[in-house]
Nanobody, 121 residues
Framework: QVQLVESGGGLVQAGGSLRLSCVVSGSIFSINVMGWYRQAPGKQRDVVAVITPGGRTNYADSVKGRFTISRDNFKNTVYLQMNSLKPQDTAVYYC???????????????WGQGTQVTVSS
């Protein structure tokens, strides 16, 4: 059973910072890409940032220069440091990972339960 536990969301004023964490646990052979997505009310879920096992990153244009994604492969954890937050960053943030359960298995996608980030103006 694979579990993703997110933490770090909350309420912050515009210009403030938050750091999200997502810990992956369970019987895992390896973790491929890890990432963060977000979904605002009435909108689709969009990618925020992704990171490969080797540390290559990619960001949505709207967060470039403000957000930083990182991962700790020993702790099976992915982080999202969010600085200079804006009201339009308000959304539920979801952790996403692509996992191999064994050396011969097909990669599977898993999602966290979501954590609310609210930025007040």
């Amino acid at each position: 059973q694979v579990q993703l536990v997110e933490s770090g969301g909350g309420l912050v004023q515009a210009g403030g910072s938050l750091r999200l964490s997502c810990v992956v646990s369970g019987s895992i052979f390896s973790i491929n890409v890890m990432g963060w997505y977000r979904q605002a009310p009435g909108k689709q879920r969009d990618v925020v940032a992704v990171i490969t096992p080797g540390g290559r990153t990619n960001y949505a244009d709207s967060v470039k220069g403000r957000f930083t994604i990182s991962r700790d492969n020993f702790k099976n954890t992915v982080y999202l440091q969010m600085n200079s937050l804006k009201p339009q960053d308000t959304a539920v943030y979801y952790c996403h990972v692509n996992i191999l359960l064994s050396s011969i298995s097909t990669p599977l996608d898993y999602w966290g339960q979501g954590t609310q980030v609210t930025v007040s103006s």
